[in-house]
């Protein structure tokens, strides 16, 4: 190698490995007092990418959380006060049983009237006072069942004892019901689903004493068809009966929890409660009275009806609850795991980053002390010129 004055390329090749193990010390410093591997897309640009998509997909299943506990919330808020208006009514079952008995006369009859006029308003107060976040709960909450649905006026026929609807979009389904296959068809105009009853019947009917469940699951609706013999229901199924009839959904405020990070129909919950005030086509109180012996019985019957309605409503938003339940829990898992994923490209080895920075720490040293070396060559030339 040449001895050289101008350039010495010695100290420049110190000083390019010491700017290397400076810039590689400064890095593994920045990573120890971040924690974080990736600070900036430099340091890996298709790992950042891929993070921050993991990110958004953390921050929106969180919130999904937080919405599955609201919803639970709210929930709750309506059930407890169903409990209540069973009370009620079971109360004013009590009086309606007391004014059916000869024991008593009219005019005893008066007072227990009293009473019972007093519960029925309290039935109505309790639904229109059941509030969340300024939301009613009790008098319609989500898409409902009109009561001019044929289906509910033409079950003395069809046999019809109950319609669910779970995330079903307002409009008007009609069945199509030959009769001849065992298959119901029900579409809104739209989109349509046909399912096949056979297996459920008792030849061409539902069984003597039984109920089946007709479940239109692609349109979140159920019909509850009624045999033969069943409490409460006025008539019994017939293969071809509900050919015709239809059911009306109306669009309602509220009901709809998100409960996934994408605008997705499976990415929510929809939630019904129907009208649950005593007036209401569900309780279906109007006219009920103990003021004489015959309306007494009558208004038993009609009591029981009411009981039977909201011992239903509970259920299915006991049902909801727990569906929101395995929700959060399956949610929580989904965040573990994700995150688990995202720490693994954003988050620093510090047992790796401790190593490498030592490393870069001596050969930074080593580089700075081979520099002053490496300056100090050129003055060798003096001693050719003494």
Do not use: C, W
Request: charged residues 15%; proline residues 1%; glycine residues 8%.
């Amino acid at each position: 190698m040449p001895l050289r004055v101008n350039n010495n390329i010695a100290a420049i090749n110190s000083r390019r490995h010491l700017n290397a193990n400076n810039k590689t010390l400064t890095t593994r410093l920045e990573r120890l007092s971040s924690g974080l591997r990736v600070n900036r897309a430099a340091d890996d640009a298709a790992g950042l990418a891929i993070r921050e998509g993991m990110r958004a997909e953390i921050a929106g299943l969180r919130m999904n959380v937080l919405n599955a506990e609201q919803g639970t919330n709210l929930i709750q808020v309506a059930e407890g006060s169903l409990n209540e208006v069973n009370a009620v009514l079971i109360r004013m079952q009590e009086l309606a049983t007391q004014s059916s008995n000869s024991t008593v006369n009219d005019e005893n009859r008066e007072a227990i009237q009293a009473e019972f006029s007093q519960l029925t308003s309290e039935i109505d107060r309790i639904a229109q006072a059941t509030i969340y976040n300024k939301q009613n709960l009790l008098t319609g909450f989500g898409n409902t069942i009109t009561s001019a649905s044929t289906v509910v006026t033409g079950s003395a026929t069809s046999g019809v004892t109950r319609v669910n609807i779970s995330g079903a979009q307002a409009g008007t389904y009609t069945f199509t019901d030959a009769g001849a296959d065992s298959t119901i068809t029900l579409g809104n105009g739209t989109v349509s689903q046909t399912i096949s009853i056979g297996t459920i019947l008792d030849g061409t009917q539902v069984a003597t004493g039984t109920q089946v469940v007709a479940n239109f699951d692609r349109l979140g609706v159920q019909v509850t068809l009624a045999g033969a013999g069943v409490a409460g229901a006025t008539g019994n199924y017939v293969d071809g009966d509900l050919s015709g009839q239809n059911i009306i959904v109306e669009q309602g405020t509220g009901g709809s929890f998100q409960v996934g990070p994408k605008d997705r129909a499976f990415n929510r919950i929809e939630v019904n409660i129907g009208d649950m005030s005593a007036t209401g086509n569900n309780l279906n109180m109007t006219g009920a009275s103990v003021a004489t012996i015959s309306t007494s019985r009558t208004t038993i019957t009609q009591i029981d009806s009411a009981i039977l309605a909201v011992s239903q409503q509970r259920g299915e938003l006991g049902a909801f609850q727990n569906r929101l339940n395995f929700t959060i829990a399956y949610t929580e898992n989904e965040i573990e795991n994700i995150q688990a994923s995202e720490a693994s490209i954003s988050d620093a080895d510090i047992a790796a980053e401790v190593t490498s920075f030592t490393r870069a720490q001596i050969l930074s040293q080593a580089a700075t002390a081979m520099l002053a070396q490496a300056n100090v060559l050129p003055q060798n030339a003096l001693s050719l010129l003494q």
